[in-house]
């Protein structure tokens, strides 16, 4: 028997963008296939998508399209997926004994709606206190861009990023907040193209009220050049 929908919860879950676990639900088999099977597969169910919507697709426009659609969701907007992908986050000791925050900010962001399958597009603000290393500056965004490249929900996504900095770094003094525009809420449903969504997500000494205030102080600097 195949999967039973329950329509109206999964609109509401949907439409209210509620996320389900903090981790990303990937099933036990998902690595059964290689890159080119999935590209494979994908291309011939987006054919038949297409094709059902009344699209000819032997139109020279449209002809390729399956195709080129099935290798983006693979190896691009989805390549987070695949634990072959993650960045490598070498660790340093922190020779220079630098004992404050450190902060990247502005993080460009893309990410796809796990709802409607829509873009996600934002910044990312991430923030450490070294307990001993240090990691490569360009390290975090590598992160950031790892988790965002999945079908996410932006509170997951957040939770995620401070989760594996944390393990990096081992310590618990992390904090990221995201501001993200959610296409599924300004091109459809309320059609809010002004509205945006923010997160975030304090460990450690980021839980602390001066702590937090200083981070939060941090990202909003004029730091354009």
């Known amino acids: 028997m195949g999967i039973q929908i329950n329509s109206s919860e999964t609109d ?4 209210n963008h509620i996320g389900t676990s903090s981790e990303t639900p990937i099933r036990v088999d998902a690595f059964k296939l290689n890159n080119e099977e999935k590209i494979e597969l994908i291309e011939h169910d987006v054919k038949h998508i297409m094709e059902t919507l009344g699209l000819d697709l032997r139109d020279d426009s449209l002809k390729g399209t399956p195709f080129r659609v099935a290798k983006m969701f693979v190896n691009e907007i989805f390549g987070g997926l695949n634990p072959k992908n993650k960045p490598k986050a ?18 460009t962001l893309y990410s796809t709606c796990e709802h409607h399958l ?13 307990n001993g290393t240090v ?19 932006q509170e997951r996504l957040t939770i995620q990023i401070v989760k594996e900095l944390q393990s990096v770094l081992n310590t618990k003094d992390v904090a990221c ?9 300004n091109s459809r449903g309320i059609k809010d193209i ?4 923010v997160t975030s997500e304090f460990g450690g ?6 702590t937090r205030r200083e981070f939060l102080d941090y990202i909003q600097l004029n730091t354009k050049f």
């Open 177 to 185: 907040v995201i501001d993200a525009k959610h296409l599924c809420v």
């Open 12 to 15: 509401h879950i949907g439409d």
């Open 135 to 153: 990691v490569g500056l360009s390290k975090m965004n590598r992160i950031v861009d790892y988790y965002a490249k999945r079908p996410q929900v």
């Open 205 to 210: 000494q980021f839980k602390n009220k001066e």
């Open 90 to 107: 070498s660790t340093f000791q922190n020779k220079y004994n630098y004992g404050e925050m450190l902060v990247e900010k502005n993080i």
């Open 118 to 130: 829509l873009p996600i597009v934002g910044k990312a603000h991430v923030a450490y206190i070294s």
């Open 194 to 197: 002004e509205s945006s969504t």
